[in-house]
């Protein structure tokens, strides 16, 4: 019989050894089978020892120590120990997690169980607070919870509120709690190379907000905080005319006449170039902030070749840096980028040769790259934005007809390592671009086979439907999208007859686009990305060459401004700006900047969102929200396309 029926393993240890467990709780409190009592300041509970030892190398040694008789009861039968300030409604929760692997954590409670957790080596539950701590940091509390952590020697607590707090300096300061903090907290802020500032002048604003909170006890602090300041980086009007003529510093004079002096002839050596050799990053004064997010330029094409090379940009030190992490597979242009869970997916593109509807897929933590599943259809001059844990890949050229070009959209599943195929949009449409506000998609632009379009639409996931909204002022084919403070900005492009300095706004509340500050440089299919709340506009066409020009706009003052140069000259790039990298150092040249993350969490995405998405390969099943059809279409080559070929 067993023959003929085969044999099956079943692996039911879990669940058996979850209800095993359930029992062996259910016992604890009816009092059954223990032979251990914890002796609380008010109360005591029963216990089995073996329960409690296999989650706390505390209790184990308690329990299996042989340097001391053991403790037992009157009756002989039962061990016990005395637990000193802790009440039996609290271990309660510890003594519920030991058995069960739950705890009930709260707002109330999660100090005391962190600290509980620590002392009895409870690594599961310990965890589990940080986590809980981690995920409740706010601009309010971000103080004391890094005071907490500092207090109780927590590496990973401590690393995520220093971490919390540096990110967020600039909210922070409008809480009362910055107002409170000592001279050594603010100092040890300012000096970190992490301090999120976009210019050293707001640094010294605070420095000016925390003084005036207590003004008379405080002006003498300025001795001990303006070495903390990065004089180097402020210019020189603003050093003369707020920090040199600052009634604190000229209180103390004397005092902060050798940093004032040194700050000076550095701040004139730089105005006149005078050490062009020496880098800024060597000396304190002048070393840039650390950026917390970074920008990446990968591929493109350029010399009339496409590329893999990858630079990344360091917005605190206005610099582009050449990196090793090129893709291995090969070169690819025309192609799409975006960000999901920590790593940069690469979509679709075009090397000269071939079209590709392969994906590859990069994780900044480890530097390597790895294969993803392939879309249905091949793709160059394709869209790709990240939404609601998804990629979505719309439109683009597939280089079969000379006539068309795709109307169709795929989205892809990390947990499923899957493309499937959405709703279509209204017009087909290659080199139009794409960007996301209100979890909607947005996307303006581009080229039908015929003409460069003027029309933009909107993508509801849920709906799964496309929507027209209000045409642009311009036809814009290689054009940049990204939204901004509740506008959609569409800049640049080609309108078919020549490479486009303008730009123009939509606002969703009016259903109107509106015209904003030309560029400085024309320009048609490069990358586009915010970044410290500014538009960037990285490379591209500009009717004659290729360029290597980097620009940004700020809204506030409806300019642009010129940044660095990026190494190499090409269009058809993409971009994509990622935070939250533990390793940011060794992609800007700075690697000691990694120094401040636990050798616990090196290796590991730090979290936005704490982890990366496993990639598994394809599955049969179906998202409810997936179509059970694509609709394909037949594309022709773009604008560009004929330069290229």
Not at 394 to 402: I, K, P, T
Not at 499 to 520: C, F, H, V
């Amino acid at each position: 019989m067993s023959s003929l029926l085969g044999q099956r393993r079943y692996d039911l240890s879990q669940k058996y050894s979850s209800e095993a467990l359930e029992l062996l709780n259910d016992m604890r409190k009816m009092g059954q089978l223990c032979d251990a009592e914890l002796v609380l300041v008010d109360g005591a509970l029963k216990v089995h020892r073996a329960i409690l030892s296999s989650c706390s190398p505390y209790f184990r040694a308690l329990f299996t120590t042989t340097l001391r008789p053991a403790p037992m009861n009157d009756r002989g039968d039962r061990w016990v120990t005395n637990i000193q300030g802790i009440t039996k409604e609290f271990m309660e929760v510890l003594v519920d997690y030991a058995y069960t692997r739950r705890a009930a954590i709260n707002a109330e409670n999660v100090q005391d169980a962190m600290v509980a957790a620590d002392m009895f080596c409870m690594i599961g539950l310990l965890n589990a607070t940080v986590d809980f701590m981690r995920d409740h940091i706010e601009p309010e509390n971000s103080i004391d919870v890094h005071r907490f952590a500092d207090a109780i020697g927590i590496p990973e607590l401590k690393f995520y509120s220093l971490k919390y707090l540096l990110q967020n300096f600039m909210e922070i300061r409008k809480t009362a709690s910055f107002n409170n903090l000592s001279v050594d907290e603010l100092i040890e802020l300012l000096k970190h190379d992490m301090l999120n500032v976009s210019k050293e002048e707001d640094a010294w604003d605070s420095i000016v907000q925390w003084i005036n909170v207590d003004c008379e006890n405080r002006k003498k602090c300025i001795i001990q905080i303006l070495p903390a300041l990065r004089a180097g980086l402020i210019t020189s009007q603003f050093f003369m005319e707020k920090i040199k003529s600052s009634p604190f510093v000229k209180e103390y004079d004397n005092e902060c006449k050798p940093v004032i002096i040194a700050a000076l002839k550095f701040i004139y050596d730089l105005d006149l170039n005078k050490n062009p050799e020496q880098d800024p990053n060597d000396v304190y004064i002048t070393r840039a902030r650390a950026p917390h997010e970074i920008m990446f330029a990968m591929g493109g094409w350029s010399g009339g070749s496409p590329t893999n090379l990858v630079e990344c940009y360091d917005c605190r030190a206005d610099r582009w840096i050449r990196t090793s992490v090129g893709d291995r597979s090969g070169p690819r242009a025309y192609h799409g980028l975006a960000t999901l869970n920590g790593l940069i997916y690469t979509i679709g593109g075009f090397d000269g040769i071939s079209y590709f509807n392969t994906c590859r897929a990069f994780d900044p933590s480890t530097r390597s790259w790895l294969e993803i599943s392939p879309m249905q259809t091949r793709r160059c001059y394709v869209s790709v934005i990240s939404v609601k844990g998804h990629l979505y890949a719309m439109g683009g050229y597939d280089g079969e007809s000379r006539q068309a070009r795709q109307a169709t959209v795929e989205r892809y599943s990390p947990r499923k390592n899957q493309w499937r195929f959405v709703a279509p949009m209204n017009s087909q449409r290659s080199d139009g671009s794409s960007c996301i506000m209100d979890d909607k998609i947005y996307m303006v632009g581009g080229f039908n086979g015929q003409e460069c379009l003027q029309s933009a639409e909107i993508y509801d996931p849920v709906a799964d439907t496309w929507e027209f909204i209000q045409p642009m002022r311009n036809r814009r084919s290689g054009v940049g999208a990204c939204a901004l403070n509740g506008c959609i900005y569409a800049i640049g492009g080609f309108n078919g007859v020549a490479r486009m300095l303008s730009g123009e706004k939509y606002n969703p509340a009016t259903n109107q686009w509106t015209a904003i500050k030309d560029m400085l440089n024309p320009r048609s299919n490069y990358a586009i990305q915010l970044l410290d709340n500014k538009i960037f506009a990285v490379g591209g066409f500009n009717g004659v060459t290729t360029i290597v020009n980097v620009e940004c706009y700020d809204e506030k003052s409806n300019d642009w401004e010129e940044c660095a140069s990026m190494s190499l000259f090409r269009s058809a790039l993409s971009a994509c700006v990622v935070g939250n990298i533990p390793n940011i150092g060794s992609f800007i040249e700075r690697p000691s900047i990694d120094a401040y993350v636990p050798k616990s969490l090196q290796g590991a995405v730090l979290k936005e969102e704490d982890s990366l998405m496993v990639i598994e390969p394809p599955r049969d099943t179906e998202d409810d929200n997936d179509t059970e059809q694509g609709h394909l279409a037949d594309i022709d080559s773009d604008v560009d396309m004929e330069e290229v070929l």
